[in-house]
């Protein structure tokens, strides 16, 4: 093997380490008090300006959650677009419905300056020990406005009981537009084996 062979191979499989690692959960949290509960119905919501994100992370947890043995459904197929103000309350409707016995929530975060993951990660927190419900979250994000930036963020949240309250929740590393297209389907799995140890179902 030549050297220029060699040294292109090397930064092709640096190149894949470095895109793989973009998808691992950054940061982990549980709710303390979290009693676990038998759950049978799960609903998946992907609240994002981008409907092919949207579409892919929501169809991967559902195909995760039926590997599992539960009932697993996606959110656009009952409100197929999210920049209306009127599609707010539908969505709202869907989550608080007594059928569901919890919500798994991925929400796209566009992030800037070189300070972006620093903050986005302070503002994760604060939010976290608010214990704010996915109402509030929903009431507060939708409609969502097209916005465009460099680098995203996945947050990623369980919500159970009537209320909808978060017992658990990651978020990953930053990432761009493309990786994030590209790497739903392995960021569903990062999360949901962390949903496994965590015991959550």
């Not at 009952?78 to 709202?92: A, K, T, W």
């Not at 409707?93 to 991925?106: G, K």
């Amino acid at each position: 093997m030549t050297i220029r062979v060699w040294l292109l191979a090397t930064m092709l499989i640096a190149a894949g380490v470095a895109d793989s690692a973009t998808y691992y959960l950054a940061e982990k949290w549980i709710d303390p008090e979290f009693e676990k509960r038998e759950v049978a119905k799960l609903l998946a919501v992907g609240i994002t300006d981008d409907e092919e994100v949207r579409h892919r992370f929501e169809d991967k947890l559902v195909s995760h959650l039926r590997g599992r043995g539960l009932e697993g459904e996606t959110s656009y197929s009952m409100v197929p677009e999210l920049q209306h103000v009127d599609n707010r309350q539908e969505l709202l409707t869907h989550i608080l419905d007594e059928r569901i016995d919890a919500v798994i929530s991925v929400r796209v975060v566009a992030l800037k300056g070189k300070t972006a993951e620093a903050e986005w990660s302070a503002a994760w927190k604060a939010e976290l020990a608010e214990q704010r419900t996915l109402r509030q979250l929903i009431e507060e994000t939708l409609p969502i406005e097209r916005s465009k930036a460099k680098k995203y963020g996945a947050e990623i949240a369980v919500w159970g009981l009537s209320e909808r309250r978060c017992v658990w929740a990651g978020r990953t590393e930053t990432m761009t537009r493309k990786q994030l297209q590209e790497g739903a389907g392995t960021i569903v799995q990062h999360a949901m084996d962390a949903l496994k140890q965590a015991a959550l179902f």
